[in-house]
């Protein structure tokens, strides 16, 4: 390097000015985590943003140095880094933050946002299994109970079932109809296309003709005999089971409800041979009992078959005895003995015991009396304390928990009175709207108390059948110059009017930007 090139790139050095902001792509420091930008353009501005949390020493919790302790309940409040009420959680990871829209907690509250498969408030659940859109008021894609969303091949309400599958889309005539049956299409969208589809099975060209041709005529996945179309063909298809093969091929060839060596016809057969096959199928060994097949066909596997579990062999007996859940010791030792996914007095076998002393045990442990339903205690381990427990808030049929079941309905938050009373009724630390049972009631009337913009019903009856309050249209109660909910905000600088696409009168005012 020549010496004037060394001055030249020396000067030029010296002269560099740190320029005024970060540049934008990255949010991972200090000077980037406090400029009041959206550096990544991820939504998120400085301590709002996970990365400077994680990565800027100006994102911690801040420690007041004199403790005080004061609501965490306004937008501010929200942001300020600091745990006002002291109960641990801090901002947006408070309950009573998340439940104000304006503090900007949620991220995800609009069918949009609810439906791109992004998490977008970094919280670990995204669209649908997050709870701001499967409780969102103004979300319609996390439920499956519209045409768009009865023929999305999506599990929209993450109950197990999908599109025409749900009984609440079968409601939706236009999306789960097979209209069609020979076009060779799925309709209606529930994965049965044609014949296979329950709605084609009344058309002449869905009925199984012949039933003894080996072929599945209508095409349903069922041939000849196997279709019930073809039970009432009795010379053909009700046979007798009384022979080695068919006590044996997995047809209940007589139709009676019981197959192969669960009939009595073959299991009880004066055959040899039969019972010979049918001994050989015999669910009554310890190896057998403890295979986890269904040996003999006739529904129930292993100890839950009483040829194992009232077994004539003592051993058998004894070895179904050791994996249930029935004992003293069993009911009281923590452990899901049986592994069906209950454990101790949670699991029927020690809840109802043949045992006196266990079915005992299990009745005092039992979450049903008034007493203990009032007790702050969970009695029966069930993870559920109790009003919280069904078996102190839903009256069983015999009336035995009638007392508690009672107190529970007078202090639960879930009617229009006790929603709107400003005291926290059920004890768990919120009050009327601030609690999800009221915020998210099914009876739409205390949702209206709950709701701005909410409009849904003609009015709103209280417990003696007043009006209490009538329901004005979404527009109407977003112009009105009232706070209706009481929470601080009115009309369209409220989060229940600024978002609500049925608002029109708000359009381009979001209170949490966008």
């Known amino acids: 390097m020549t010496r004037g090139l060394g001055v030249a790139l020396l000067a030029l050095a010296c002269s560099r000015v740190d320029p005024l902001l970060p540049p934008l792509g990255y949010e991972q420091n200090d000077q980037a985590c406090n400029d009041s930008l959206d550096n990544d353009r991820d939504g998120f501005i400085d301590c709002e943003d996970p990365d400077c949390i994680y990565k800027s020493t100006l994102c911690g919790q801040v420690i007041p140095r004199i403790p005080f302790r004061e609501a965490e309940n306004t937008p501010s409040k929200c942001h300020d ?20 829209g304006e503090a900007c907690c949620l991220r995800e509250f609009t069918d949009e946002s609810c439906s791109n498969g992004i998490d977008d408030d970094f919280n670990g659940f995204a669209d649908c299994a997050d709870f701001g859109c499967a409780r969102g008021p103004f979300v319609t894609v996390c439920t499956e109970s519209t045409a768009a969303t009865c023929t999305d091949g999506k599990d929209n309400d993450l109950d197990g ?49 012949a039933c003894d041709n080996g072929a599945d005529d209508d095409g349903d996945g ?33 139709q009676n409800g019981f197959t192969d060596c669960g009939d009595f016809s073959c299991s009880q057969s004066a055959n040899g041979e039969i019972l010979a096959v049918c001994a050989a199928k015999a669910e009554n060994t310890i190896a057998a009992c403890g295979n986890g097949v269904d040996d003999d066909a006739n529904g129930f596997t292993d100890c839950d078959d009483f040829s194992c579990s009232r077994a004539d062999d003592q051993a058998v007996k004894d070895f179904c005895t050791s994996r249930s859940e029935s004992t003293l010791e069993q009911c009281q030792n923590g452990v899901d003995d049986d592994g069906n996914g209950f454990i ?73 009175d006790k929603c709107s009373d400003g005291k926290d009724n059920d004890g768990n630390g919120f009050a009327d709207c601030e609690d999800y049972s009221c915020a998210q009631a099914d009876d739409p009337c205390v949702r209206l108390a709950c709701q701005e913009s909410l409009a849904t019903v003609a009015e709103c009856k209280d417990a003696s059948g007043t009006v209490v309050q009538k329901a004005a249209t979404a527009d109407e109660k977003c112009q009105d110059g009232k706070d209706n909910d009481g929470d601080g905000f009115v009309d369209c600088q409220d989060w229940d009017c600024s978002y609500n696409p049925a608002v029109t009168v708000c359009a381009g005012s979001k209170v949490c930007g966008e």
């Open 81 to 100: 880094l600091i745990d006002n009420d002291e109960d641990g959680n801090v901002d947006c990871g408070d309950r009573e933050c998340q439940a104000i």
């Open 161 to 209: 079932t999908v599109d025409c599958a749900e009984e609440s889309c079968v409601a939706q005539p236009d999306a789960c109809v097979e209209a069609t049956c020979g076009d060779q299409l799925d309709n209606d969208g529930d994965g049965l296309s044609d014949c296979k589809d329950p709605d084609c099975a009344v058309l002449s060209q869905c009925t199984e003709t």
């Open 222 to 254: 069922k041939g000849d005999c196997a279709d019930p179309d073809c039970a009432a063909v009795l010379a053909t298809c009700q046979k007798p089971e009384d022979t080695v093969e068919r006590c044996q091929d997995g047809v209940d060839n007589d």
């Open 344 to 416: 101790d007095c949670a699991d029927f076998s020690c809840l109802r015991a043949d045992d006196a002393i266990v079915a005992a045990f299990c009745a005092e442990r039992a979450e049903t009396s008034l007493e203990k339903c009032k007790d702050g205690e969970d009695n029966d381990q069930n993870g559920f304390t109790d009003c919280a427990d069904y078996s102190c808030s839903q009256a069983e049929p015999d009336g035995s928990n009638a007392e508690a079941a009672d107190y529970c309905a007078k202090i639960l938050e879930v009617t229009y």
